[in-house]
C-alpha cells in the first residue's frame, strides 16, 4: 500500500512542479539555495546526491531562466556558487503552493488532528532512515516561518563554508 500510495503522491507532485516549470530535482535544487543559502556547486551536487554532469543539466536551464546564478567564488576562481535570485523564489512560492494544494487533495480524507500525527510519524520515519545524512532529507517550504531560525543558522554556516 505504501508503494501505491508514494506512486500516485509523486505522480501528482511532479505534474505541480511541472505546472510551474520545474522538474522535481529542480524544486528540490531551489529549496536547498532557499533552506541554506548561496551554495558550492559541488556542495549542491553532494547535498543532492547527484553526479557533477547531471547536477549541470538541472542548473543551465534554471539559469537561463534567472532562477538561479552562478558565480566564481571570490577566494578560489576554480569554483562555482549557486545563488537563488528573486525570480527563483518566486517561482519556488509558486511550486511550494502548488504541492501543498496537492498535498491538501491527498490528504483531504484526515482531520486536522490526523494531518499532524501523519507529518509527525512521517517525521520519525525521515529521522530513522536519514540518520543523520541529509541526502534524504526535504527543503523547507518557503511559506513556512518556523523553519526561519534554523534556516538562518545554516545560512550563516553555508556563508562561512562559501567564503
Known amino acids: 500500500m505504501l508503494a501505491l500510495l508514494g506512486g500516485e503522491a509523486m505522480r501528482r507532485l511532479r505534474d505541480a512542479h511541472t505546472a510551474h516549470g520545474l522538474n522535481p530535482r529542480q524544486f528540490e535544487l531551489l529549496g536547498l539555495l532557499y533552506d541554506r543559502g548561496p551554495l558550492g556547486q559541488g556542495e549542491l551536487g553532494h547535498l543532492m546526491d547527484v553526479?557533477?554532469?547531471?547536477?549541470?543539466t538541472q542548473l543551465n536551464p534554471l539559469e537561463a531562466e534567472g532562477l538561479i546564478v552562478r558565480s566564481r567564488h571570490q577566494v578560489d576562481r576554480r569554483r562555482h556558487v549557486v545563488a537563488l535570485t528573486d525570480a527563483g523564489l518566486a517561482r519556488l512560492r509558486q511550486a511550494s503552493q502548488a504541492?501543498?494544494?496537492v498535498e491538501d487533495v491527498l490528504f483531504a480524507k484526515l482531520s486536522?488532528?490526523?494531518r499532524e500525527q501523519l507529518r509527525q510519524v512521517l517525521t520519525l520515519v525521515r529521522d530513522h532512515l536519514i540518520n543523520g545524512d541529509e541526502h534524504c532529507a526535504t527543503p523547507a517550504s518557503p511559506d513556512e516561518q518556523h523553519h526561519l531560525a534554523s534556516r538562518t543558522a545554516i545560512r550563516r554556516q553555508s556563508d562561512r563554508?562559501?567564503?
Open 112 to 114: 486536522a488532528d490526523q
Open 51 to 56: 553526479a557533477a554532469s547531471i547536477l549541470v
Open 161 to 163: 563554508r562559501v567564503r
Open 99 to 101: 504541492q501543498h494544494d
